[in-house]
C-alpha cells in the first residue's frame, strides 16, 4: 500500500514537473511569437512585393526563391529545393459578362474564369440561361431543355453551418464537376454562384476538372459574384428568356518545371522520424493570396524559426514543406510523399495550415484513436491560448498523400466564419490578415510539434505490443 | 435497489429530454439569426446612416429615435425612453501636432484630444516633451524636470496578454488619470500613447478625468497614434532637447437630457422577476462606433426577437436597454439602476454586449461559484457553437450599478485579437464588422437568456435554504 502510494506521489510529481516545464517552453513560444515573430513580415513580402502565385507563374518561381533565401537565413541544418513539373494554366485578359434583357439592355456582372476552364469562342458565348440548384437537377431537366444553353448553378453556401467550410464541402462540387456534367447534356458553357458566404461583388474562382471529357467537347466555365448570382436568377424569375454573354480568353499550356521549397532540423535523437509543418506557396491570382494560403507558408516557416530561438532542439527531424500546386493539382504534396516512400522516409507527424490566417481555434486530426486521446491530454496545456478544438477530421490535402496507419496528420483550425468572405477572390490581400491572429496560429502549431517531438506519436506497434 | 435504478433512469430519461429540447430551441435560434437575423442591417442604418453618437451630440438622439423605433415595430411589451442627464462634450476642429526638431524643420504626427479633455491655449502649447513609461515615473522625475513640459506617456499595451482587454488594463490608467497625475507636477499638458497593439496612424480617443483637480488647473490632453508614439519617442532619443506642438479646441457644455432605450416582453409566469440585455448607444466620435458599441445594442436587440420569432416566451420579464453615454459618465447605466431601485425592482440576470462584433468565443460571470456552476453544466449545449469560454470575470459597466449578492451579471467575450486596432478610433467602421461573427454573437446571447428564463438562477435563498 505504502509503495503504491508513493509510486503515485512520484508520479503525480513527475507529471506535474514535465507539466510546468511544458507550460514553460509554451509559454515562451507565444511570448516570442507575439512580440518577434517573423510570419507577418514574411507575408508582407509574398503578398505586397510579389502577389498571386499560380503555379507556372513568375510569381511562384520568385516565391520559391524569396522562401528558400529567407530559409537559408535561418540557420537550418538542411535547406532545398524539390523539383515537380505543374501544370500551367493562364487567365489572359479580364473576362467580361453581362445579362441582356432584351437586345439592347444589357447589365454587367462580375465574373472570372475558374482555373483550368477552356475560353469561350473569340466572340463569346451569348445564349439562353437554365438556373439548377445542384448537378443532380441536370438529370431531370435533359438534354432538351440544356442543349445549347448557359447552365447557371446556383446552389449558394449553406449558412447555418457554423464551420464555413462544412458549408463550401455541401457547394464546390457545382464549381468541380458543374462543367464536365453540363457538357454532357451539350450545354454551351457554365456559371457557378461564388462559394461566399457574403453578398458582395467578388467572383471566386478554384479549380474544375473536365475528368474524361475530350478538350474538343470542353465547355467554358466561369463564376460569378454572389450579388451577379441573386441578380442573374431574378432576372430569369422575372423573364426566363433572357440571355447571358460572356467571355474569356484562359489558356492551358504545357507543363513546367517548379518545386516544393524545403527547409530541415536535424533530430538530435531519432534523426530518422520526420515531422513535416507546411503550407502551399502557390495561390490563385486574383488577389495576394495572403490567407490561401500565404499565411500557412509563413507560419510553418516561423514554427522552425520559434522552436530554434526559444532553444529548443528536436529530438525528431523537423521540416518545414513549402508545397508547390495546391490549388490546380496538388502536384507538390504528391511529389513530396513519392520521393518521402522512394527513400524510404518515416513520417510520424504531419501538420499543415491552409485555412486561412485567423485566430487559431484548435486542430484537427486524422489519426488512430490512441494518437487522438494522446494529443487531447494536452488540451489543459491550450487552454491558457483559447485553443479549445481536439477533434477527428482532416489534416490536409498537400500532406494527405503521406498517410499511413501510423502517421498523425493534423490541420490548424482558426476561426472560419470570414474565410470564404476572401478565398480565391481579388479581396484576399493582406490587410485582411490581423499580425496577432497569424502570429497565435505560427505559436500554436510550434506548441503541438513541440509536444509531438518530446512525447512521440503512439505506432501500431506500441498498441499492439 | 431496484427504485433508486428506476429514478435514475428516470432522471437520465428527463434530462435527455430537456436536453433534447434546449438543443432544438438553440439551434432554432442560430439558425434564425444566421438566415434572418436583423442585427447587421440594423448596425448598417447605425453606423453608416446614423454614425458616431457621442452623448448629447445630434447623432446620438438620432440613435435613440432611430432604436426606439425598430424595438416599436418588434410587437414587444413595452418600449419606453428613460430620460438622463448626460455630459456634453465636444471635439471641435480637428486637432494638429508636430514634432520640431529643429526650428522650421517639423513633422507632423496625427492626434486626437482625449475625451473630457480642456482646449489648449488659441496658438496651441509648444514646449520641451518628458517621456514616461506610467504615472510612477512622474515621482521620480519629480517637478524639477516636469514642469512647463509636454509629458509623454508611452508605456504599450503588452503584446504577450492572450486577451487584449488585459492589456489593455495594464495600459489605460496613463490616458484615464495621466493628465490629472502630470498636472500635480506643473506639466504644461499630456501626449499619450494610442491604446492599440498595432502600429499605425490612428490616433484612439477615450475617457479622461481631472479627478479634483480645480478647472483653471487641468491640463490638455491628447492622444497620438502608435507610429507617431513611436517616431516621437525615437526622436527624442535623439535629442532630448526638441520640442512638440499640439493645438485642440474642445470643449465642456453643460449637461442635455438624453435617454436609455428600453423595450420589454413581460414574463409569463414570474413577471416581476427581470432580465436585462443590452449594450450601450452612445460612441465616440471619430469612427461610426460599429463595434463599439453598435454591435452590443444590435445583438441586445436581436435577442428579444429572435427568441419571439423561435416562438419562446420567457417566463421571466425580459428586457433590452441600450444604455445612454458609457463613454464619458456612465450616466445611463447608473440611472437605469438608480430607477430600478427606486421602483424596487428584482433583477435576477443581466448580460452585456460591449467588447466588440467578432467571432463569440463565450461568456464571463460575475456571480456566485454556484450560478457559475449551472451555466457550466450547459456547456455542451453550446459545444456546436464553438462557445467554449464560461470563465468568472467582468459582466461590464452598464451593468455593473446593478449588482447585487444573487444577480447573475454576464458579459459576452468576443474574440478580442482585432478589437484594439479600432477602438475608439476613426476605423471603428461598418465594414470591420462580419455579418456572421456579429450574428453568432446575437445567437449566443439569446441562447443563453433563455437558458437563464428555463431554468432560474440559484439566489442566495436558494442556497441557504
Not at 203 to 216: K, L, N
Not at 303 to 320: F, Q, S
Amino acid at each position: 500500500m505504502r509503495t503504491s502510494l508513493l509510486l503515485i506521489l512520484l508520479l503525480i510529481s513527475a507529471t506535474n514537473f514535465a507539466q510546468s516545464e511544458d507550460e514553460k517552453q509554451m509559454k515562451a513560444i507565444y511570448d516570442l511569437a507575439l512580440t518577434e515573430g517573423k510570419a507577418y513580415d514574411w507575408l508582407n513580402y509574398l503578398s505586397n512585393q510579389i502577389g498571386g502565385r499560380l503555379s507556372g507563374s513568375v510569381q511562384a518561381q520568385q516565391a520559391v526563391d524569396y522562401t528558400k533565401g529567407q530559409l537559408d537565413s535561418l540557420g537550418l541544418d538542411r535547406v532545398w529545393l524539390q523539383p515537380v513539373m505543374v501544370p500551367k494554366w493562364v487567365r489572359g485578359t479580364p473576362e467580361f459578362a453581362y445579362i441582356e434583357t432584351k437586345p439592347g439592355l444589357t447589365t454587367n456582372v462580375p465574373i472570372c474564369a475558374l482555373g483550368g476552364s477552356v475560353a469561350t469562342p473569340d466572340g463569346g458565348i451569348k445564349t439562353n440561361v437554365v438556373e439548377v440548384q445542384g448537378i443532380e437537377d441536370l438529370e431531370k431537366l435533359g438534354r432538351e431543355k440544356i442543349e445549347g444553353k448557359i447552365v447557371f448553378y446556383n446552389r449558394p453556401m449553406d449558412p447555418t453551418q457554423i464551420s464555413t467550410f462544412s458549408a463550401y464541402s455541401g457547394c464546390v462540387d457545382q464549381r468541380y464537376s458543374g462543367a464536365a456534367e453540363a457538357g454532357k447534356y451539350g450545354a454551351a458553357g457554365v456559371i457557378v454562384r461564388s462559394m461566399n458566404l457574403r453578398l458582395d461583388d467578388y467572383p471566386h474562382t478554384g479549380s474544375m476538372s473536365y475528368g474524361e471529357t475530350p478538350v474538343a467537347e470542353r465547355v467554358p466555365a466561369a463564376a460569378i459574384s454572389t450579388k451577379g448570382a441573386e441578380l442573374l436568377s431574378a432576372t430569369l424569375k422575372l423573364n426566363p428568356a433572357i440571355k447571358f454573354y460572356f467571355k474569356q480568353n484562359c489558356k492551358q499550356f504545357d507543363d513546367v518545371e517548379s518545386y516544393n521549397v524545403i527547409g530541415e532540423i536535424k533530430g538530435t535523437i531519432h534523426p530518422n522520424e520526420i515531422m513535416v509543418v507546411g503550407g502551399h506557396l502557390d495561390s490563385w491570382d486574383l488577389g495576394d493570396g495572403s490567407h490561401d494560403d500565404g499565411t500557412g507558408c509563413v507560419q510553418s516557416m516561423d514554427v522552425l524559426r520559434l522552436l530554434k530561438e526559444t532553444g529548443y532542439r528536436p529530438k525528431r527531424t523537423l521540416r518545414v514543406v513549402l508545397f508547390m500546386n495546391e490549388e490546380n493539382g496538388l502536384r507538390g504534396g504528391n511529389k513530396y510523399a513519392e520521393v518521402a516512400r522512394a527513400k524510404n522516409e518515416k513520417h510520424v507527424f504531419a501538420l499543415e495550415s491552409d485555412a486561412g490566417g485567423f485566430t487559431p481555434r484548435g486542430f484537427s486530426f486524422d489519426c488512430s484513436d490512441e494518437n487522438l486521446a494522446q494529443v487531447q491530454s494536452w488540451k489543459k496545456l491550450f487552454e491558457p491560448y483559447l485553443i479549445h478544438l481536439f477533434v477527428k477530421g482532416y489534416g490536409g490535402a498537400d500532406i494527405g498523400p503521406l498517410k499511413t496507419d501510423d502517421l498523425v496528420l493534423a490541420g490548424l483550425v482558426p476561426d472560419s466564419q470570414r474565410y470564404f468572405d476572401h478565398h480565391h477572390a481579388e479581396n484576399d490581400t493582406f490587410e485582411h490578415v490581423n499580425q496577432r491572429e497569424l502570429q497565435l496560429g505560427a505559436a500554436s502549431m510550434a506548441s503541438l510539434v513541440y509536444l509531438i517531438d518530446k512525447y512521440g506519436t503512439i505506432t501500431s506497434d506500441k498498441i499492439k505490443g
